[in-house]
């Protein structure tokens, strides 16, 4: 296993043809912008990161008050792009232009879509079934699998027609969607398989980790090898309900935990926690499918499960398969975004996937991650187009927050483009 139990890392990732091909090559920083700095006016929409892009929806979600109906990320243009209803006061897109936003003048209101969505889970709470406020439309992007036919079916376009013209839109999925809890090989209870998301610090200061909270279906206790003696103990989980996840603490408290997700032929550094934007470029790692990216297309999205219904999830179009669950959803730069969930489709046909936002999970179990807490020891390591990343240790044989050698799976692109598997 690659995420515990081993001595800090010495070893340097050689500059050169080391990382020119392969998987994770593509988590090269060459394509972050910085604060574009060339402009004095005001009005012109700032050049961004997308982490930046989020804190700065953030602030202008509580200026803008009524008048703020979502934002997205525009990564082409590396701009945030807030939608405002400006009613009679003209003054709130003035003030979104200033902060740095492009501002985009839509009909429907937060206010209006967010009760649109309270109707939908009333009304059409159908396994199957998903939702989320998609910013870039300024609709309820509804989505329904396989299995809702009907008087399902029916159900749900008429509680869609209910809302009104012009507030959802409902897209037909040829998948089913379900948790990925079996089919990897990253950790194991009883005849469940998932992955380990991030390494993290406990309240009380002990190394652990979060995961799915579905997969703490399978047993209390977790072992890195199937069979082998239990190494973590599930300390709390959620599923279903206000999310899916779960803390899984270390046995050993000496256990070494760096905040680092294994990309197999190398290591990223995770430094912090961050929110997820829509439009936000976006990779995940887990040990059945390795590394694949994508794009956030949903936040707060309510998913119902067969199991039962999980609400504050993201969507994005990132693949998953069985055994990808609780793998770890993080930045190009080592923000860390989301625990894998559950969706519909795999990496061959694509489909929808959701993520467990991890700010919102470790507020919950009230642990810590990176630069906030104990359990990752800083990677050594030379930079890597500008940024340092941590050393790897032969697949197999690393250390990190990541979910499972993907090397081992055969996960890894050798063309270097990731999620094209």
Request: proline letters at 4%.
């Amino acid at each position: 296993m690659s995420h515990k139990r081993i001595p800090k890392r010495k070893a340097a990732i050689a500059v050169g043809g080391v990382v020119a091909l392969g998987a994770a090559a593509i988590l090269l920083p060459n394509a972050n912008a910085s604060q574009d700095g060339a402009s004095d006016d005001a009005a012109a929409p700032k050049t961004l990161k997308a982490g930046d892009a989020s804190d700065l929806a953030s602030r202008l979600a509580g200026l803008l008050g009524d008048a703020f109906a979502g934002s997205y990320y525009d990564g082409e243009n590396k701009q945030l792009v807030v939608n405002v209803v400006p009613g009679d006061n003209n003054n709130v897109i003035v003030q979104a232009k200033k902060a740095g936003a492009a501002v985009r003048e839509v009909d429907n209101s937060m206010t209006e879509l967010e009760a649109g969505a309270r109707t939908l889970k009333s009304e059409a709470t159908i396994p199957g079934t998903s939702w989320a406020v998609d910013p870039r439309t300024n609709k309820i992007l509804v989505t329904a699998d396989s299995t809702v036919t009907g008087d399902k079916w029916e159900q749900l376009e008429s509680t869609v027609r209910s809302l009104g013209s012009g507030m959802a839109t409902v897209k037909k999925s040829a998948g089913t969607f379900k948790t990925f809890v079996s089919g990897g090989d990253a950790i194991f209870s009883g005849g469940a398989r998932c992955s380990l998301g991030f390494n993290v610090t406990a309240g009380d200061g002990s190394p652990a980790f979060l995961t799915a909270g579905h997969c703490a279906a399978g047993g209390d206790q977790w072992s890195d090898a199937q069979g082998g003696q239990p190494i973590a103990t599930v300390d709390q989980a959620v599923f279903p309900g206000e999310g899916d996840f779960a803390l899984v603490t270390y046995d050993d408290p000496a256990t070494v935990a760096p905040s680092e997700v294994n990309l197999g032929d190398q290591t990223l550094p995770i430094s912090q926690a961050a929110e997820a934007t829509v439009g936000q470029e976006v990779f995940r790692m887990g040990s059945t499918t390795g590394l694949a990216d994508g794009q956030v297309l949903g936040l707060n999205a309510t998913v119902n499960y067969p199991e039962g219904t999980v609400t504050g999830l993201i969507q994005t179009n990132v693949c998953a398969e069985p055994g990808d669950s609780g793998g770890s959803m993080f930045t190009r730069d080592g923000l860390a975004v989301g625990l894998t969930s559950g969706g519909s489709g795999d990496c061959a046909s694509g489909g929808e996937t959701f993520f467990q936002p991890v700010t919102t999970a470790l507020e919950a179990v009230g642990a810590t991650l990176g630069d906030a807490g104990a359990a990752g020891e800083e990677a050594d390591g030379q930079e890597i187009g500008g940024e340092e990343a941590g050393a790897g240790d032969q697949p197999g044989d690393g250390a990190g927050a990541g979910a499972g050698d993907a090397a081992d799976q055969g996960a890894q692109d050798d063309s270097g483009l990731a999620g094209t598997h």
